[in-house]
């Protein structure tokens, strides 16, 4: 197949979503009183890219998710539980 009869893709990446995945990790973690290096070896993940999922500086792969949410006793989808709205609408 041709490359050039598909359109282009634009690359996406969502900032305040990453911010906020890697900061409901943190709150979860820290709940838990679980430390980044205890979750980095538990999920088998560098404890470098616990650090940078939670501050929101990877875009982490699904499965680093999912060995996180197991790690954490959560189910995945609790991770993303968060208001992704650019604009907060006050009520």
């Known amino acids: 197949m041709n490359n050039s009869t598909f359109p282009s893709v634009k690359y996406i990446r969502r900032e305040k979503a990453i911010k906020l995945i890697g900061k409901k990790i943190r709150d979860i973690r820290k709940t838990q009183k679980i430390t980044q290096a205890q979750l980095a070896f538990e999920a ?48």
Do not use: Y
């Open 44 to 91: 088998g993940i560098p404890r470098n890219q616990v650090v940078n999922i939670e501050l929101g500086k990877v875009n982490t792969s699904i499965s680093s998710i999912i060995a996180i949410a197991e790690i954490l006793d959560v189910h995945p989808k609790e991770l993303f539980d968060i208001d992704f709205s650019e604009n907060k609408k006050s009520k």
